[in-house]
T-cell receptor, first 108, second 116 residues
Framework: EDQVTQSPEALRLQEGESSSLNCSYT??????LFWYRQDPGKGPEFLFT???AGEEKEKERLKATLTKKESFLHITAPKPEDSATYLC?????????FGKGTRLHILP | GAVVSQHPSRVICKSGTSVKIECRSL??????MFWYRQFPKQSLMLMAT?????????EQGVEKDKFLINHASLTLSTLTVTSAHPEDSSFYIC????????????FGPGTRLTVL
């Protein structure tokens, strides 16, 4: 069965303290892996799509990487405004299946 | 990027009434839209796939008679929660693939439903 598992469930960092969020997946024939950011009471905001192992994408303080079994979202020198829930998802058929997310809290 | 809107953003209703939520793709046509439900501090749960011109496809465990989906046009899908009860209170979000590709799936801002 296709599964997406994110860890940790929650993460508290000091401002400027870099870290990584993990997304492991078991999908036959990965067609794409997404990272989204979701703020409370809002819909998910698209961040990245990764298609193949070895691929990397960057946006401001975020960098997403992909291997054959997992993806990492690296956050460098985070700021309080980076606090949000980060969701990982994979394509299954014409749908996308989400992990449970990592709640990230950056302390000033 | 492509924009998906939802209306209303918040709705409060009495138990037993029906509530309709609209999802629109504003600058692109979407033959397929998706409806999700999200409980506090939990991830998005896919409820159904809305197909323009045909019946929706529901995920296992989702009551099709409770959650009526109509995809009336290439830019509009509606979710009607029938005979709502307090346990139907949740955050409902719709989404669509942008411009027919699988590069990005765009999400609406969500609708907060509270059933009293």
């Amino acid at each position: 069965e296709d599964q997406v598992t994110q860890s940790p469930e929650a993460l508290r960092l000091q401002e400027g303290e870099s870290s990584s969020l993990n997304c492991s997946y078991t999908v036959s024939g990965l067609r794409g892996l997404f990272w989204y950011r979701q703020d409370p009471g809002k819909g998910p905001e698209f961040l990245f799509t990764l298609y193949s192992a070895g691929e990397e994408k960057e946006k401001e303080r975020l960098k997403a990487t992909l291997t054959k079994k997992e993806s990492f979202l690296h956050i460098t020198a985070p700021k309080p405004e980076d606090s949000a829930t980060y969701l990982c998802a994979v394509i299954r058929g014409d749908k996308i299946i989400f992990g449970k997310g990592t709640r990230l809290h950056i302390l000033p | 990027g492509a924009v998906v809107s939802q209306h209303p953003s918040r709705v409060i209703c009495k138990s037993g009434t029906s509530v309709k939520i609209e999802c629109r793709s504003l600058d692109f046509q979407a033959t397929t839209m998706f409806w999700y439900r999200q409980f506090p501090k939990q991830s998005l749960m896919l409820m159904a796939t809305s197909n323009e011109g045909s019946k929706a496809t529901y995920e296992q465990g989702v009551e099709k008679d409770k959650f009526l989906i109509n995809h009336a046009s290439l830019t509009l899908s509606t979710l009607t929660v029938t005979s709502a009860h307090p346990e139907d209170s949740s955050f409902y979000i719709c989404s669509a693939w942008g411009r027919g590709s699988y590069n990005e799936q765009f999400f609406g801002p969500g609708t907060r439903l509270t059933v009293l």
